[in-house]
Nanobody, 126 residues
Framework: QVQLVESGGGLVQAGGSLILSCAAS????????MGWFRQAPVKEREFVAA????????????SVKGRFIISRDNARNNAKNTVFLRMNSLKPEDTAVYYC???????????????WGQGTQVTVSS
């Protein structure tokens, strides 16, 4: 059974930082591309950042480029892998539910991922 579990969300003041984590288990996710997406109230889900299987390639939405950093930790025994999203200089417009996702294929800013987590709320106060 595939599971993606996000954590690290919360309430932060504008200008602050948060680190989101997504733990992937159930498959050998070290070979999977992973991404972060977000959905604000009354808005569609949007791409935030993506990373390929090795961590050697990343893509970011223009709105977060230079402020957010995606990275990954591929477990040596492939039992569990984690992807991180470090969010700096947070703005009220970053408020959303953040989701991680996994797919066999790296797709840059694409949105067609096979596996999705349940999301974690990030709220940035002004």
């Amino acid at each position: 059974q595939v599971q993606l579990v996000e954590s690290g969300g919360g309430l932060v003041q504008a200008g602050g930082s948060l680190i989101l984590s997504c733990a992937a288990s159930g498959r050998s996710f070290s070979s999977y591309a992973m991404g972060w997406f977000r959905q604000a109230p009354v808005k569609e889900r949007e791409f935030v950042a993506a990373i390929n299987w090795s961590g050697g390639r990343t893509d970011y939405a223009d709105s977060v480029k230079g402020r957010f950093i995606i990275s990954r930790d591929n477990a040596r025994n492939n039992a569990k892998n984690t992807v991180f999203l470090r969010m700096n200089s947070l703005k009220p417009e970053d408020t959303a539910v953040y989701y991680c996702a996994a797919d066999r294929n790296y797709q840059g800013r694409g949105v067609k991922y096979d596996y999705w987590g349940q999301g974690t709320q990030v709220t940035v106060s002004s």
